[in-house]
Every structure is written in structure tokens, then in C-alpha cells.
């Protein structure tokens, strides 16, 4: 079965600093793709960035960047220069890449950071 | 140029009555999905369509749960005979197409069945 985990419920971060949110995953499937996105208090979920199974280089968008570790089956994402803006929950996602049975995402539980001003 | 529209953005009824959320795609986007979110939780896939077919709809809660879209357009996520568990946000989301595309969230709509 396919899983997301992110053991971190929640982080603080020093603003300027960087931050590291962790994502674990779980699956057989030979292709997939792996996506971060970010749910301000809002409540809508912003995409912020895209790994696919097979791309040799680590994703990066701006500030945002993930840590790509196929043979741990890791997907870090790492905030540069932490704002206080970036206070929101953060959910890490998978998606095989045929969409499965589905096509849909399947979602980690998510990780709240706090940016200390 | 909008996203994804969801209407309403809050929805309080009362146990036992039917409730119809909207979600309007992004122009263009083929693929659209429905995701549930309860209070603190992660998101929990419901169903999707691929023009207006749902190829699979092992994803939805009950039977007390429907679905339709018209063409590549609007769709209609339905609960009927309300329940209290059924408080949570509704997402939907499109994307251009099924396979790795990018799925682009509404804002989501906040049920409460009191």
C-alpha cells in the first residue's frame, strides 16, 4: 500500500532561517511523483513544488527546495530564508504516475510550522 | 484566469438533510478530484473524474455520497442524510490531466452538521 509519512507535527523556525520538513514514503510502484504543498490558516492548499521518480536533480522553486533520496525514499523539503509568511501546515504527497487505480494524491498527515519573528 | 472555484465556501445544515457542494475547474483542466479534510487531519481522496466519467468511486465514504460532473465543467459532490462525521472541508481540485500534472486546490468548502 501506498504511504506518506511525516513524523514531524510540528516545527518552529527562527525567521531567515532554514527549515527542513521531513516526508517518507511508501510504495511499489516504479514511477511516481512527489509534491509538497502548503495550507496557510485559510485553508487552501497551495502547490509549491514537484519531484518526479526519475529526475536525476533535486526540485527547487524559488526559496523552496526538496531533498530527493530515492534509495530512502525520502522527500525533504527545505525552506531557505524562513518568512513569516511561511506559518502554515505543510503536507507532502505522492502520486504513482499512471494515477494508479486513481489518479488521486495521497496525502501525509502534515507538519505545522511556526516562524518566530 | 481564476483557479478553482467551490461554492459554497460554508455550509451549516442540520442532521439528516442533503447538502450539494460546486466546484468549478480551472478552464481547460480535464482531470478533477474531490478530497475531504477533517479538523487537524491530512487530506483523504473521495473521487475524480476524467472528463465526466469516474472510473472509481471505491473512495467515497457511503452510499450516502454522489458525484456527477457535466462535461469538463462543473461538478457536484452530494451527501445525502447528513451525518455529524460528515463535518469536515471539502477540496476539489483539477489538474490538466491525469497523469503527473499539477493539481491546482479550490478553497475549499466547511461543512458543519450540527
Known amino acids: 500500500a501506498q504511504k506518506i509519512t511525516q513524523t514531524q507535527p510540528g516545527m518552529f523556525v527562527q525567521e531567515k532561517e532554514a527549515v527542513t520538513l521531513d516526508c517518507t514514503y511508501d510504495?511499489?510502484?516504479?514511477?511516481?511523483?512527489l509534491f509538497w504543498y502548503k495550507q496557510p490558516s485559510s485553508g487552501e492548499m497551495i502547490f509549491l513544488i514537484y519531484?518526479?521518480?526519475?529526475?536525476?536533480q533535486n526540485a527547487t522553486e524559488g526559496r523552496y527546495s526538496l531533498n530527493f533520496q530515492k534509495a530512502r525514499k525520502s522527500a525533504n523539503l527545505v525552506i531557505s530564508a524562513s518568512q513569516l509568511g511561511d506559518s502554515a501546515m505543510y503536507f507532502c504527497a505522492m502520486r504513482p504516475y499512471y494515477g494508479g487505480s486513481q489518479g488521486n494524491l495521497i496525502f501525509g498527515k502534515g507538519t505545522k510550522l511556526s516562524v518566530k519573528p | 484566469g481564476a483557479g478553482v472555484s467551490q461554492s459554497p465556501s460554508n455550509k451549516v445544515t442540520e442532521k439528516g438533510k442533503d447538502v450539494e457542494l460546486r466546484c468549478d475547474p480551472i478552464s481547460g483542466h480535464t482531470a478533477l478530484y474531490w478530497y475531504r479534510q477533517r479538523l487537524g487531519q491530512g487530506l483523504e481522496f473521495l473521487i475524480y473524474f476524467q472528463g465526466n466519467s469516474a472510473p472509481d468511486k471505491s473512495g467515497l465514504p457511503s452510499d450516502r455520497f454522489s458525484a456527477e460532473r457535466t462535461g469538463e465543467s462543473v461538478s457536484t459532490l452530494t451527501i445525502q442524510r447528513t451525518q455529524q462525521e460528515d463535518s469536515a472541508v471539502y477540496l476539489c481540485?483539477?489538474?490538466?490531466?491525469?497523469?503527473?500534472?499539477?493539481?491546482?486546490f479550490g478553497p475549499g468548502t466547511r461543512l458543519l452538521v450540527l
Open positions: 481540485a483539477s489538474s490538466l490531466g491525469l497523469d503527473l500534472e499539477t493539481q491546482y
Open positions: 510504495t511499489s510502484d516504479q514511477s511516481y511523483g
Open positions: 519531484q518526479g521518480s526519475y529526475d536525476e
